[in-house]
């Protein structure tokens, strides 16, 4: 069963760049079974997609977020990433890393979520 | 980009009801559409998959419906642990939308 885990800096300024880590254990993050996504949610409110990542490198960027997002994946460390520029307070939000089953699209396995407060 | 409506927002209902959720696609995504169970402070929970697909230990008593644009979740029976939001996600190569959710409280 995939776990993972997201870790960064659960505070950022206005202006600067957030940045997360999702770690992926008990499968490899290789796989054509699944792509790797980034979802957020500020609080109170409902979940926006981010985007998302597959193993080749392949990426998708929520339209609304594309100017000022990037996701890589670094597969030596079982890892893929999440970085958001020029962040402001509407960015505050958990943010949650998850696996996505290539066929079907839906997220198998979240990860716990991460309170990211933009904030000076 | 394809917009997810869900409906209605808030829905109030007691223990034992039969209660239906519905969420519209702006265009057709065939049958790739997931349900989800949030509570407060965890990760939503997968339901349902492919428009119908239980999920893996979700109880029967929740399904699904639907395709093209429409689609249901219906649970028969509500029970004490199903008071909750819920949240459609429709998929398109690679991305995802999600509706902006439906809270079920108890009447």
């Known amino acids: 069963q995939l776990q993972l885990q997201a870790s960064g800096p659960g505070l950022v300024k206005p202006s600067e760049t957030l940045s997360l880590t999702c770690t992926v254990s008990?499968?490899?993050?290789?796989?054509?079974?699944?792509?790797w996504g980034w979802i957020r949610q500020p609080p109170g409110k409902g979940l926006e997609w981010i985007g998302s990542?597959?193993?080749?490198?392949?990426?998708y960027y929520n339209p609304s977020l594309k100017s000022r997002v990037t996701i890589s994946v670094d597969s030596s460390k079982t890892q893929f990433s999440l970085k958001l520029g020029s962040v402001t307070a509407a960015d505050t939000a958990v943010y949650y890393c998850?696996?996505?089953?290539?066929?079907?699209?839906?997220?198998?396995?979240w990860g716990q979520g991460m309170l990211v407060t933009v904030s000076s | 980009d394809i917009q997810m409506t869900q409906s209605p927002s808030t829905l109030s209902a007691s223990v034992g009801d039969r209660v239906t959720i519905t969420c519209r696609a702006s265009?057709?995504?065939?049958?790739?559409l997931a349900w989800y169970q949030q509570k407060p402070g965890k990760a939503p929970k997968l339901l349902i998959y492919?428009?119908?697909t239980l999920g893996s230990g979700v109880p029967s008593r929740f399904s699904g419906s639907g395709s093209g644009t429409e689609f249901t979740l219906t649970i028969s029976s509500l029970q004490p642990d199903d008071f909750a939001i819920y949240y459609c996600?429709?998929?398109?190569?690679?991305?995802?939308?999600f509706g902006q959710g439906t809270k079920l409280e108890i009447k």
């Open positions: 265009q057709s995504i065939n049958s790739w």
């Open positions: 492919k428009a119908s």
């Open positions: 996600q429709q998929y398109n190569t690679y991305s995802g939308t």
């Open positions: 990542i597959y193993y080749s490198g392949s990426t």
């Open positions: 998850a696996s996505v089953a290539d066929t079907s699209g839906h997220v198998d396995y």
């Open positions: 008990g499968g490899s993050i290789s796989t054509s079974s699944y792509y």
